[in-house]
């Protein structure tokens, strides 16, 4: 029995079974090597060029054309390459040692299946489980139950503008709306309808599903926090501001593209209301038999200062390195999560370490933007730069302060942790992850706007990348896939 987070530490430190968190990038789980022994990371995006000693790259080779990012992670464990790694990896245990660990962000039965054969134990709910709690519809009902309310709704079947405007009327929800489908990723399948005209836009999608949720649209502020529910309770981390919509960063009118933790962000009582809400999600998680990390978001009504649900996604999510990175003087959540999962009895008081994070929100500041490619052209990159740590020149110039693998290289006000995504030779399509930023510095001012450092920032990091229009038989290429979004380094 762990009980104090001295223990926890040591356990983690001293760990020998082998650990591989999946992902098409590292960028989820940064750091998790600096506390887990035994930890690598299984990529197919090399955002550090060979320099993190636990990030593996399996070397490319023909492939089937990526639809999700679950093919993408099927082909990293299917490589003969991840094969040898996991057999070599093992060599120092007794062969009655439990299985290898393996998790990941997305994953489904075959993954699953695959796992299975290679003898890997998924530190995750069963995927029948995630994809269940995954439903938009199915959380604000599991909300509604545990008191944790959603912005006035309906739940309904959409198949034309007017039924639209029948539902709104009957369950008084105004004259503007935003929609949203069951199953989504960063807004792109949350709509804003005003009228008709908007409606058509995205007809086809919202017709399509069996059930809709259609939502008041309210005068609001967008704010993320994790969580992890386990035996001994929910565990919960800070509060952050998001950054939704923006149009340097974003193609998606709904898109989320960073997040803001800073000390004026929100009221204490916010954070409190929020941890609440938060705890009694957890509970009702756990009681309906998912265990680990979640996430929320809600959305916080400017005139009335009340906390509604906004979604609720049960994985690591896009916040999962910010929210680990501001807890490093406490315990990660990812680490309750692996200890939920390791099957490793632990006794941590939740309520005290929630207080803790209540009480260090009044010091942190960090924060980061996710660009995206938001032009309709394609386009290949020429040059990118290298991941590490940046400053910025008073011509408003990104300079290498130094290339590294470490966010927290970066500590002072006046530096950023950039962690590349595409590379050079890479296509750049509508809506593909360009970087991700770290900051030491608030991004939002009073008015929920990009303050004018964070916008210089902006232009400086798009600025590094050097772009170039396709040849015609680069572009012949493309024409050929129904998504070039799968198109990676230059090859199908």
Known sequence: MLTTVTQIKKFWRTNTLPLYFVSPSAFNLLGL????????????INSFDGRHRHVRIPTHQDHPVFEHLEDINHYLLSHKTTSDWLIQDRLHLDKKAPKSKVFFLFFDRNIEALCKALRLDICLPSFKQVKHFDSKIYTTQLGNAAGV????????????????????KKHKLGK????????????????FISNKKDYDIYADQIESEPLIKVMKRIRCVSAAIEGCTTSCGTFVGPLMRELIGIPSLTPYQGGWCGNDISPDGFSSDIHTQAKELTVKL????????????????????????????????????????????????LLPLFLFHLLEFFCVPFSINP????????????????????FKYTPYDLKMVMK???????????EGELILKKQGVNRLLASEPHEIFLFRILAEHD?????????????????????????????????????????????????????????PGVLLKGTP
């Not at 959603?150 to 639209?164: E, Q």
């Not at 690591?316 to 910010?322: N, P």
């Open 282 to 329: 957890g509970h009702a998680l756990y009681q309906e038999g998912y265990r680990g990390y979640f996430e929320v978001d809600y959305l916080l009504d400017c005139d009335t200062d009340t906390m509604y649900l906004g979604e609720l996604n049960p994985r690591f999510s896009g916040i999962s390195a910010l929210t680990n990175f501001a807890l490093r003087s």
């Open 149 to 168: 309310h959603s912005v006035p709704n309906a739940l309904a079947k959409i198949d034309s503008y007017d039924t639209l405007c029948q539902i709104a």
């Open 176 to 191: 503007k709306w935003v929609l949203q489908t069951p199953y989504g990723d960063s807004g792109k399948t949350t709509f």
């Open 351 to 370: 309520e005290i370490y929630n207080q803790k994070v209540l009480s260090r929100l009044s010091v942190m500041t960090s924060g980061q933007l996710i």
């Open 33 to 44: 090597n600096t506390w887990v022994k035994n930890a690598f990371f299984i990529c197919y």
């Open 384 to 394: 990118a730069p290298v991941s590490g740590v940046y400053i910025l020149s008073d």
């Open 427 to 483: 296509y750049l399509y509508h809506g593909a992850d360009m970087a991700i930023v770290f900051f030491n510095i608030p991004l939002l001012d009073d008015t929920q706007t990009l303050t004018p450092t964070a916008q210089r920032w902006i232009q400086a990091v798009q600025n590094t990348f050097q772009l170039r229009h396709l040849t015609a038989e680069e572009q012949n290429l493309v024409d050929r896939y129904r998504n």
